[in-house]
């Protein structure tokens, strides 16, 4: 401190006031490695000084947490903006760096990092249960499991990104706040958005979501007497697709049935039709049908190597409890090896939570043949 008067004549000197003898700045030399780093002081040391400053050249690039241990006093870890781990990728090599001990934490701090944009830093994964803890090492995530969340354990004002790796359902409530108020299904490999606006209370936003289509299981036909799948959930429409599907017996019929609880499959109630264009004209079925869902236009598929059937059906919301309305197209080669577009649609005409269909031949088996099932969320 120096204190002039008007006349610029010093009246008063104290250069060394408001400095603190104990506090300066540590150089640390024999640095080495990147995660767990160990260095010397130039001037042994023996205990670590609240608010000294330690300046230290890294050696490698950190992947993990950081921690520090100078003159085998004691590794400490060292975090940035106070309280936040150092995360993968922060500390290059050839970087120098400036920590301060803080011995109410027990902590080195950061005091000179970079605000360079960088990559989201991948945190520990989120455990299956539901109610996990959503960890501090990063601002990306990935979520393990298939258990329903009910809540998260996290503090205030952190924004995250989470991708669940198998596919749950977040409950909407009190601890989970959606956009539309309603339970939202993450698919596997779905991405959303968590802000924290309180401790345990967070705002979930859609990144990418179930609007479209997502795999959910296939089937192989190998002389089969039919193809099925089960497990239809409300809230859901499906799309099953068929590829390289040949019957076993010479003219027959593509077909399916929906089936109820069990399932017990449907043989009667379907209103629909089935047209087919072929190279030299139009022809329809015979009109609207009962006994089952038509995927084909008539009767003429034929068994040989070349003659097989595609398709891609969609159902709207089967599991829901009212009519169950369907629609697709198709392709089969006849007996002649002719081409043949196939359209078909309809509804079963019973109110019924449908859970389940197959595919079979009117007579014969499914010689081969591959079927997907896909789903979305029926928005």
């Given at each position: 401190m120096v204190?002039?008067?008007?006349?610029d004549?010093?009246?008063?000197?104290?250069?060394?006031?408001?400095?603190?003898?104990?506090v300066g700045?540590?150089?640390?030399?024999?640095?080495t490695g990147?995660?767990t780093i160990?260095a010397?002081?130039?001037s042994?040391?023996?205990?670590?000084?609240?608010?000294e400053l330690y300046?230290f050249r890294t050696?490698?690039?950190n992947?993990?947490a950081?921690?520090l241990?100078?003159?085998?006093?004691?590794?400490k870890s060292v975090?940035?903006n106070h309280?936040q781990?150092?995360?993968?990728?922060?500390?290059e090599?050839?970087?120098n760096?400036?920590v301060?001990?803080n011995l109410?934490d027990?902590?080195f701090?950061w005091v000179?990092?970079n605000l360079?944009s960088?990559a989201?830093?991948?945190?520990?994964d989120?455990?299956d249960s539901?109610?996990p803890t959503?960890?501090?090492?990063?601002?990306?995530f990935?979520?393990?499991?298939?258990?329903?969340k009910t809540?998260f354990a996290?503090?205030?004002?952190?924004?995250v990104t989470?991708?669940?790796?198998s596919g749950?359902?977040?409950t909407s409530g009190a601890?989970?706040?959606?956009?539309?108020?309603?339970?939202?299904?993450?698919?596997a490999g779905?991405v959303?958005?968590?802000?924290?606006?309180?401790a345990?209370?967070?705002?979930i936003?859609?990144?990418?979501s179930?609007?479209g289509?997502?795999?959910?299981?296939?089937?192989?036909?190998?002389a089969s007497?039919d193809?099925s799948?089960?497990?239809f959930e409300?809230?859901f429409d499906?799309?099953i697709?068929g590829a390289g599907?040949?019957?076993a017996?010479?003219?027959?019929?593509?077909?399916?049935e929906l089936?109820?609880?069990g399932?017990?499959?449907?043989?009667?109630?379907y209103?629909?039709?089935?047209?087919?264009?072929?190279?030299?004209a139009?022809?329809?079925?015979s009109?609207?049908?009962?006994?089952?869902?038509?995927l084909?236009?008539?009767?003429?598929q034929?068994n040989a190597a070349d003659e097989t059937?595609?398709f891609?059906?969609?159902?709207l919301?089967p599991?829901a409890?009212t009519d169950t309305y369907?629609?697709?197209?198709?392709f089969?080669?006849q007996?002649?090896?002719?081409?043949?577009?196939d359209?078909?649609g309809?509804?079963?005409s019973?109110?019924?939570?449908?859970?389940?269909i197959?595919?079979?031949?009117?007579?014969?088996?499914?010689?081969?043949g591959?079927f997907?099932?896909?789903?979305r969320?029926n928005?």
């Amino acid at each position: 401190m120096v204190v002039d008067d008007l006349n610029d004549v010093q009246k008063y000197q104290e250069l060394d006031n408001g400095e603190s003898p104990d506090v300066g700045v540590t150089a640390l030399e024999n640095v080495t490695g990147g995660n767990t780093i160990v260095a010397e002081a130039t001037s042994t040391i023996t205990a670590y000084e609240d608010k000294e400053l330690y300046a230290f050249r890294t050696a490698q690039l950190n992947t993990t947490a950081v921690t520090l241990n100078v003159d085998g006093v004691g590794a400490k870890s060292v975090v940035k903006n106070h309280d936040q781990p150092i995360q993968s990728g922060n500390f290059e090599a050839d970087q120098n760096i400036i920590v301060s001990y803080n011995l109410t934490d027990d902590v080195f701090e950061w005091v000179n990092q970079n605000l360079k944009s960088v990559a989201s830093y991948k945190g520990t994964d989120i455990a299956d249960s539901a109610a996990p803890t959503v960890p501090t090492d990063g601002d990306y995530f990935e979520a393990l499991g298939t258990t329903t969340k009910t809540s998260f354990a996290i503090a205030a004002n952190r924004d995250v990104t989470v991708k669940s790796v198998s596919g749950f359902t977040l409950t909407s409530g009190a601890s989970i706040v959606t956009e539309t108020g309603d339970d939202v299904d993450i698919d596997a490999g779905g991405v959303f958005r968590l802000q924290s606006t309180a401790a345990n209370v967070v705002q979930i936003t859609k990144v990418s979501s179930s609007s479209g289509w997502t795999f959910v299981s296939s089937a192989t036909a190998s002389a089969s007497a039919d193809v099925s799948f089960t497990g239809f959930e409300a809230g859901f429409d499906y799309l099953i697709t068929g590829a390289g599907v040949q019957n076993a017996t010479d003219l027959r019929q593509l077909v399916a049935e929906l089936g109820i609880a069990g399932p017990t499959y449907r043989t009667s109630g379907y209103i629909g039709m089935a047209g087919g264009v072929a190279a030299s004209a139009a022809s329809l079925s015979s009109g609207e049908y009962s006994a089952s869902i038509l995927l084909q236009s008539n009767l003429e598929q034929g068994n040989a190597a070349d003659e097989t059937a595609s398709f891609e059906m969609t159902i709207l919301d089967p599991a829901a409890a009212t009519d169950t309305y369907f629609q697709g197209i198709g392709f089969h080669r006849q007996q002649t090896s002719a081409s043949r577009v196939d359209l078909f649609g309809g509804f079963h005409s019973t109110a019924e939570a449908m859970d389940a269909i197959r595919f079979f031949y009117n007579t014969g088996n499914i010689a081969i043949g591959e079927f997907k099932l896909y789903k979305r969320v029926n928005a």
